[in-house]
């Protein structure tokens, strides 16, 4: 059997349920690790093959993350062929990352795109005429992966994130150019290093830290709010951060011309954007132009486009209504509260089509449950997808930032214990391979280019 | 034209072809060195010293294969030292000076006294295959000489240029000649070559040294050797002397910069970074005003001094100004001048993980002419070369190390896999295994390996076995053996040590695993017996200390493995499988990598290629089953009829 993985499987359609699936040599001894079953319940090992079990997943500190329904496979008779635990989160996709980060922290590996039906493949579970299907499948799912990899790297945090590479890529190359030229580069400035370190590390946990907030990279559903000045865009997104407990703070020192703001809605993440400015100016699309309009709907999987019942529909509306075209809308008729209503059934239905009509009061807390299961019916039914890949991407780095903070952690251990610079040096090199993986470079030759950079050598 | 007939023909005598021709040699085959002067045997035409980090592990694994650098360096010796001691176990490595001489005549004694081995002073001018099989060389003098395997060790003779500042003519490392004929020849062949530059600093002749301004650095006064098998006896031991370039060096350097050869674009090879010209230094470093300079002696019978880090192609009068303005050296008299040399390689990429190259079978390529630097590397290759051609000879599997197992393994994927822009040299840094891969444990390693492979003989054997059974046996005692609090000797340690007093009964191993306690005192406070071999007690100090880091390399090691164990086959046509990248698709039919691992190590090639790549194997391997299982049914049905 291979090594364990972990991954979230396809999440989509069914009602709230995420999957984490676990396969390879240790997936049940390791899964028991974070597994609290229910008073009375067995253990995974002591589980029979093909039963499941229902219980809680713990983090570290004993806190429970869910309440979950685990199955266990035992190999051969799963879909990789070895042993198989699955996950059932009810909480939906947040929750099921936490508890794929749980069990990523008891030393399991972040599954590579499509290693699952590779290794279902391998081991013969899937017959010869569906080898086509698998490549493409790892194919297209990399490509993507790496598409958003690439576009969150270009971001603020990715250069952070280079940042801090390209400082441990000096670090090591002090340490390596003192090990391989001795008498040229003379010992490593112990505390210097220390001190490096112990800032890196920090920075790391900075990173980490935001990036956990959910706030760095792009995840979850991207919902945007349109509508022309006044209609009560603002006022909608304030009550819908307000009942759904923003996930995420405002981050300082990350800039961007757009206010996103999380927002847990059953479970499902979304993410709802605001462009810049649309709080202060009182006509969006002179201020930020029709482009950087276009520009953001392009990227929402879903728009709430609101009118204002009192003002009725003017033709600004229909502007808006014409840069929507193909994209999964909401219809909110805002200000249901006043007395005079100016939009009538028929105008929607002729004007706004199929698309479905929510008549509400941002200001009576009217019409905005209706709100959220509109928005949900659109996950679950799948027409929109909570991108699952982009949560994986976004795990995959956060989950080489924490290897790379255990490996700081563990260094910065070393030099206190006064350990000899080999023993050192492993565990710096842990922390930059981690953090090669985030970036998806060998740094190993960028470490000895910048030896020969830094140092005379050559005696 | 004379016919002869031979099993390993090895061309050149360097290092890599002392090695390999040893070895084929030693394993039983008839064996041809041919080489251009055998005055040149063994020839260092650069530094006078051996080892270092990566090197020294590079030559003890050599030994404890059953080569012969380690036994030759300890003849050679005129200083040892072990560099690293306080950087770790993993990265400790000695390093001796040579007298060259000596090095050479040893080398040559033991050549001339090997069994099944013949030398031949000849140039060689041509290869000749016949239908991708290696055949015969044909020399100046045309001679025809048959084999069955080449192994090709020229160094840094093909089309080798030296260069002096303006100057520059045809020829190999001082005083031999160039080999021109055999560069052209591998180029018809098929092979891509590559050009490398290298350089060497000029000789000074001690009495003209001013001693007393430069500082001594002696040799360590403990018994250091290379070889397992070397006596264990201490040597008399000559001084190094160290001195530093001034900002007047400097200065006359950039004052004729434009007289060097690199600047005027005269020297086209690339360079090496970690060997570079003085000139290049000055420049390159501009902000520092001083260099370190050592001068080695070359021999105890010479009077040549080796300037070390003065390498240069400067023309001879600015060499001269260069040196005397150095403290020491300002009535330096020069013997003989730095040059730089160009000369020709066969680009790696070329070869299988034995060092023959996939082009030409039997015909095997090590040393500098693969595009390395440092006799070491050379050394290395030579003996796996050796090794691989007598082995393809007597019809028996190839012996490839893992990067797993050695660095000499390391630096042959290195060069296989990744290809090289400049001289390759190894470093430590370039193994990812570096705690298991020490000097010290070189025997245990790999003189199991040496056995059975026919290079070690039977005593060394039995010396191995009966110290592994030894460690093992003195680790047991030392993890079962409980130490009681009150322990009188162990009390009054810890004590001298501002340890508290034991609370609970620990083992030998424990204890020694504390920081503050060596494997010395246990010795003294009677825990260790005294018989026990310092080698043997040395080595269970660093299992011990070392444990948790060492624990967690073999973990990674086994993951390692496990995809070195995946073997892609010889002929798989790359434009076949689909899902590959485009970049990878190239990079993996240049390379032809015959494990996944190696296939992951490729550059440009991604996991997702790597992924692919194991259905289509998977693929491919079902449908042949396929096949054949089909066949089988067709064969019963005919037989029945
Ligand atoms: N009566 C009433 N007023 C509302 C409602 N929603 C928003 N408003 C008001 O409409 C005005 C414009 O709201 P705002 O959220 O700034 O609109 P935006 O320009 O679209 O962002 C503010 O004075 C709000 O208080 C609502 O449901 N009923």
Not at chain 1, 351 to 357: I, Q
Not at chain 2, 374 to 379: F, K, L, Q, V
Not at chain 2, 609 to 623: A, C, G, H, M, T
Request: charged share 30%; glycine share 8%.
């Amino acid at each position: 059997m291979e090594d364990t993985i972990a991954a979230i499987a396809t999440p989509s359609g069914e009602g709230g349920i995420a999957i984490v699936r676990v396969s390879g040599e240790n997936a049940i001894e390791l899964v028991d690790k974070i597994f609290l079953p229910v008073a009375g319940g067995r253990s995974l090992q002591e589980r029979a093959g093909y039963s499941m079990g229902l219980g809680w997943v713990l983090d570290r500190e004993g806190q429970k993350v869910d309440e979950v329904l685990v199955s266990v496979m035992r190999g051969p008779r799963s879909y990789t062929t070895e042993d198989v635990v699955e996950i059932n989160c009810h909480g939906g996709l947040l929750p099921a990352r936490r508890c794929l980060e749980e069990v990523l922290h008891r030393g399991v590996r972040l599954a590579e795109p499509g290693e699952f039906t590779r290794r279902a493949f391998i081991n013969g579970r899937l017959d010869l005429s569906q080898a086509e299907a698998v490549i493409d499948v790892i194919r297209s799912r990399t490509d993507k992966g790496m598409r958003i990899a690439l576009r969150q790297l270009e971001g603020g945090p990715g250069r952070k994130l280079r940042e801090i590479e390209e400082r441990l890529i000096g670090i090591n190359a002090r340490i390596e150019a003192s090990i391989d030229f001795p008498e040229e580069v003379g010992d490593v400035d112990e505390e210097a290093a220390a001190r490096e370190l112990l800032e890196v590390g920090r920075e790391l946990e900075q990173i980490l830290d935001v990036s956990r907030r959910g706030r760095i990279y792009r995840q979850g559903i991207k919902v945007v709010i349109a509508g022309k000045p006044n209609v009560g865009k603002s006022s909608l997104l304030n009550a819908l951060l307000q009942e759904n407990k923003a996930i995420v703070t405002d981050i300082p020192g990350t800039t961007r011309d757009v206010v996103e703001d999380y927002l847990n809605i059953r479970g499902i993440p979304v993410r709802v954007m605001d462009t810049a400015g649309w709080r202060e100016t009182k006509d969006v699309v002179e201020k930020i132009g029709v482009e950087r309009t276009r520009e953001v709907i392009a990227e929402a999987d879903v728009v709430i486009v609101v009118l204002d019942v009192g003002a009725g529909i003017s033709q600004e509306d229909l502007d808006i209504r014409d840069l929507l075209a193909g994209k999964k809308t909401i219809v909110l008729v805002n200000k249901e509260d006043l007395p005079e209503k100016r939009i009538t059934t028929q105008e929607l239905e002729e004007m706004f089509g199929d698309w479905p009509v929510i008549r509400g009061s941002v200001k009576e807390d009217m019409g905005l449950e209706e709100l959220e299961q509109a928005i949900e019916k659109l996950v679950l039914r799948g027409e929109v997808q909570a991108d699952d890949m982009e949560m994986m991407v976004n795990l995959r780095h956060e989950e080489a930032l924490h290897q790379a903070k255990v490996h700081m952690e563990a260094a910065k251990m070393a030099l206190e214990a006064d350990l000899s610079l080999d023993c050192l040096a492993v565990d710096v090199w842990g922390a930059l391979e981690a953090l090669g993986e985030a970036t998806g470079r060998n740094l190993r030759e960028d470490v000895i280019d910048r030896i020969f950079e830094e140092f005379c050598i050559g005696k | 034209m004379e016919s002869h007939d031979y099993e390993v023909i090895v061309v050149g005598a360097g290092h890599a072809g002392c090695e390999a021709a040893l070895a084929a040699a030693r394993m039983g085959c008839k064996t041809l060195l041919i080489t251009l002067s055998l005055d040149g045997i063994a020839l260092m035409p650069c530094n006078p010293s051996i080892g270092g980090p990566a090197k020294a592990q590079l030559v003890r694994e050599i030994d404890a294969l059953g080569g012969e650098m380690g036994i030759n360096i300890d003849k050679a010796r005129i200083q040892i030292r072990m560099l690293n001691t306080g950087r770790g176990p993993a990265v400790q490595a000695m390093r001796a000076q040579a007298d060259k001489e000596v090095y050479q005549k040893e080398m040559t004694r033991t050549l001339l006294a090997q069994e099944n081995l013949e030398l031949l002073e000849a140039e060689v001018e041509r290869i000749e295959a016949d239908s991708g099989q290696v055949e015969a060389v044909v020399t100046d003098s045309g001679d025809r000489y048959r084999t069955k395997a080449l192994v090709l060790t020229t160094g840094t003779y093909l089309k080798g240029r030296i260069i002096i500042g303006d100057i520059s003519y045809e020829g190999g490392p001082h005083p031999l000649p160039a080999a021109t004929k055999l560069s052209e020849n591998l180029r018809e062949l098929g092979f891509a070559m590559g050009r490398h530059k290298t350089g060497t600093p000029p000789r000074v002749a001690r009495e003209s040294i001013d001693f007393t301004r430069t500082e001594e650095q002696p040799g360590d006064d403990r018994i250091l050797n290379f070889s397992y098998m070397s006596p264990k006896k201490k040597k008399p031991q000559v001084s190094c002397w160290l001195t530093h370039s001034t900002p007047r060096t400097h200065e006359i350097v950039m004052q004729n910069i434009h007289r060097s050869p690199l600047y005027t674009g005269v020297i086209k090879g690339t360079g090496t970074r970690y060997c570079p010209s003085f000139e290049d230094k000055v420049v390159q470093f501009a902000d520092k005003d001083s260099h370190q300079i050592f001068i080695e002696p070359e021999g105890l019978h010479t009077d040549e001094m080796y300037i070390q880090g003065m390498n240069t192609s400067l023309p001879e009068d600015v060499q001269l100004a260069v040196l005397h303005s150095i403290p020491g050296l300002e009535n330096a008299r020069v013997l003989k001048r730095g040059y730089a040399i160009e000369y020709d390689y066969v680009v790696p990429s070329q070869l299988r993980l034995t060092l023959e190259t996939r082009e030409i079978h039997g015909l095997f390529t090590a040393g500098q002419v693969n595009g390395t630097s440092g006799y070491e590397e050379a050394a290395a290759q030579g003996l796996i070369a050796g090794i691989n051609a007598a082995r393809q000879v007597k019809g028996q599997e190839p012996f490839i190390l893992k990067r797993s197992e050695a660095f000499t393994g390391v630096m042959i994927d290195d060069l296989t896999t990744k290809g090289i822009n400049e001289p390759y040299r190894l470093l430590t840094s370039r193994a990812e295994y570096r705690l298991l891969l020490r000097q010290d444990n070189a025997d245990l390693r790999l003189t199991r390996m040496g056995y059975q492979l026919g290079l070690v003989k039977e005593d060394r054997f039995r010396r191995l076995q009966q110290k592994v059974e030894k460690m093992a046996e003195v680790r047991q005692e030392m993890e079962e053996y409980r130490i009681k609090p009150g322990h009188p000797e162990v009390e009054a340690l810890l004590a001298e040590r501002d340890q508290g007093r034991l609370r609970d009964a620990v083992t030998i191993w424990e204890l020694l695993r504390r920081p503050e306690i060596g494997m010395d005192d246990l010795v003294q406070a009677g825990l260790v017996s005294e018989e026990v071999e310092e080698e043997i007690r040395s080595q269970l100090e660093i299992e011990c200390k070392y444990e948790g880091y060492i624990k967690k390399q073999v973990e990674q090691v086994e993951r390692f493995e496990r995809m070195e164990a995946k073997r892609i086959p010889e002929g798989i046509d790359y434009d076949e499988v689909p899902g590959l990248s485009n970049e990878s698709r190239v990079k993996l039919k240049e390379v032809r990598p015959e494990s996944i691992g190696q296939a992951s190590r490729t550059p440009g090639v991604s996991v997702a290629d790597v992924n692919v790549l194991l259905i289509y194997l998977e693929k491919k391997r079902r449908s042949s089953e396929h096949e054949r299982g089909f066949a089988e049914v067709q064969g019963t049905a005919a037989g029945r009829e």
